[in-house]
């Protein structure tokens, strides 16, 4: 119904408003005429402007005061003319002109009423609007009266104070100290400012304190009010809880700086401290300042075998321990990064000496055994250290901390290494070195070469170890030595590995095929550790074998220690389905690993192979750690290989104590294939029962 009306009063589209409110007007002016004119005699000629002063209040009420009056001057000259009608011939009678009087007295008090009723009802409608408006925007209106110093605020305002509405504050200096006194200082100035300056708008962010004693972060905003000569009088605003957008920012901003698998500072943060801390150095001097780089050796390994959770579970605990051994004060800084990689930046430290003694605490504290999804893993870490030199940009201190690293994991891993203008010559070498890498396994630049295994029972061949060559453009040949360790870090283990078995078992089935007094030779392959773990290593097994026709029985896979005992479930399985299909598992360099004793009762491998460094020490007179090993070999039901047989005394002493094979320059070095089916059509025979024969075989002299 009310918008009908609203609809009725506003009119129609084509017509002005201003014409049809006076149109309005003057109908309800004419009516009010009519029912005068019927009322008079009932109520009298004064009575009868009542129904005139009815239509003024509605006029006025709907149609706006000025057009009301309007109509009230009109309606006197109708009414006037109505008199003046009703008796043309006769004087005008005194009621008449008092009811006219009356009329327009009484009628412009109505009005003024009237126009005051509206304007408050107006303004109680603003108010009533600007606070739904304040409420669904969270925010809370106040006025500040600056002649009082009186704050004015509405009902919002517990919202952002807390507690009950005597708690809030009434005046400027009980709001003074709900700030938080980092922040009171730069409002005061910035509100103080605007005032004094002649602008208008204000506006901050600080710290507020509610009544209950903790603090939020409020948007405050305002306007000042100012008098014609420009004088501030009041200022009015509005102020917000920001605290949950303060939350969301800085959390963005945390997240954008550091990591969210560790949750330690990124690359990019760890960058930023390292410029700061060169721009410090550089305007202050000050004490040296160093970087660790530090890389989880062989992680690949525990991604690959036991999954991406419990790899990412192992970064998060290496994480936690750098929190743990590091005492980092206020500058010291570690992060994560990327992949595998940790780095820590040491501030304010003496000498450098002191970033060493960091990094040995740090791998002290990480080779400490965890235990993640029922796995025990053993972790070790190569640490580079470096320190910013004269002109070193951030990324040329973290360049040098990765060299060194590197250099630590040539030198055997599980150590560090301080870096030194010296070594940055090896490191390009050794990317070089990646690349060639990579190529010469797309153009087959690889070989294998084959040292015999020699039966010390009847000096015949046993079996051969398939060794990798690589035939460097410009380097020559070179042994695994030189660059295995650099596959490995470059993901190239396992396809140089997956080459060599199929390269070994083609071999192998050519002998077998093409000399019958072959037929009984085995081929021994060695296996990484990154090949060994990989979920699928056991079906290429037998799809090679498959493919190439050998009989996995012929076949001895050669693994290290450290292989078996750091992953000894998975390896146990591997090694339980590799025996099913026939395939004969040893265990190389015996004794230069953990050499866990109780692991060989509960692992079904066929051989210990002992490490030449063992075998030397015969010729000094001291075989009691390989006389040992035999015997325990004897007693758990596994035969014996011993490596780096280089004299005819060594070849003695391990067939007088029982040692199954043996191998090493004494018979053979590692020979190329073309020189392996000559050898064998001949039938050498060895003399391994007295010290001082040599064996009666000669070799190319190319061989290794």
Known sequence: MSSRLLTLFDGPPPIPRLVWRLAVALASTSIALGCASILAPLLGEAGAYLPLIGALAASAWYCGVGVALLAQVSGAAIAFLFIARREPLGPVRDVDVYGLLAFLVFGTLFLFLTANLRWNARLRRNKRDLEMIAHASHDSLWEWDLATNKIHRDGNVRRIFGGSRSDNPADLESWRRRIHSDDVGRVWDSIHEVIETGRIQWEQEYRLRRADGTYIHVSDRGMVVRDKSGKAIRVIGGIADVSAQKRAEEQLIYNASHDALTGLPNREFFLARIRSAIRARQQEGGKTWAVLFLDIDRFKVVNDSLGHAVGDQLLSAVASRLKQCLPLGAGDIAARFGGDEFTVMLEGIEQIGVAVRT??????????????????????????????????????????????????????????????PIIDTPAKDLLQLETDLRQSLRQQRFHLHYQPIISLQTGRIASFEALLRWEHPRRGLLLPTDFLLIAEEAGLAVPLGDWILREAFQCLAEWHRAIPAARSINMNINLSQRQFLQPLIVDQIKHALQECGVDGRFITLELTETMIIENSELALSRIHQLRELGIKLAIDDFGKGYSSLGRLLEIPVSILKIDGSFTSQIEAGRPQIVDAIIALAHQLSIDVTAEGVETGRQCAHLAKAGCATGQGFFFSPALEQAAIQPLLQR???????????????KFATNSL
């Open 359 to 420: 990094a040995e605490q740090i791998q002290n504290l990480l080779s400490m055994p965890l235990e993640l999804e029922h796995h025990h893993i053993v972790i070790t870490v190569s640490i580079g250290i470096a320190s910013a030199g004269p002109g070193d940009t951030p990324e040329d201190v973290l360049r040098h901390a990765d060299i060194a690293m590197y250099r630590a994991k040539a030198d055997g891993k599980a150590r560090h290494a301080i870096y030194e």
């Open 683 to 697: 039938e050498p025979l060895w003399t391994v029962n007295a010290p001082q024969v040599r064996p009666h075989v």
